[in-house]
């Protein structure tokens, strides 16, 4: 089955970078679309990026726009978030989601498998 694990949370100061990691395993890795959402403390799952199933086309959230950056490598079934100038309003859980619906790129709903999530925190 889908599994989907992802690593390289921790804790950043205001300014700072980290490099979230997801490995794929349970399907073939490059006929879904993929995404990292987000999940703070009270608050409904954010959509963060995503990427098509080809690695060719990126969507972000307006707020981190310009500062992450989301990629795939489809010969390792892994999946990646560069996060740069990292904000306290960034502090959330990170997920990451594959969706076989491919025309979907936004929506938490459409995506059907998630990781576990990995802890990001970021103190000003």
């Known amino acids: 089955q889908v599994q989907l694990v992802e690593s390289g949370g921790g804790l950043v100061q205001a300014g700072g970078s980290l490099r979230l990691s997801c490995a794929a395993s349970?399907?073939?890795?490059?006929?879904?679309?993929m995404g990292w959402f987000r999940q703070a403390p009270g608050k409904e799952r954010e959509f963060v990026a995503s990427?098509?199933?080809?690695?060719?086309?990126?969507f972000y959230g307006d707020s981190v726009k310009g500062r992450f950056t989301i990629s795939r490598d489809n010969a390792k079934n892994m999946l990646n978030l560069q996060m740069n100038s990292l904000k306290p309003e960034d502090t959330a859980v990170y997920y990451c989601g594959a969706t076989f619906f491919l025309n979907s790129y936004f929506r938490a709903a459409d995506f059907g498998s998630w990781g576990q999530g990995t802890q990001v925190t970021v103190s000003s």
């Open positions: 990427i098509n199933r080809f690695g060719t086309s990126t």
């Open positions: 349970g399907f073939t890795f490059n006929t879904s679309n």
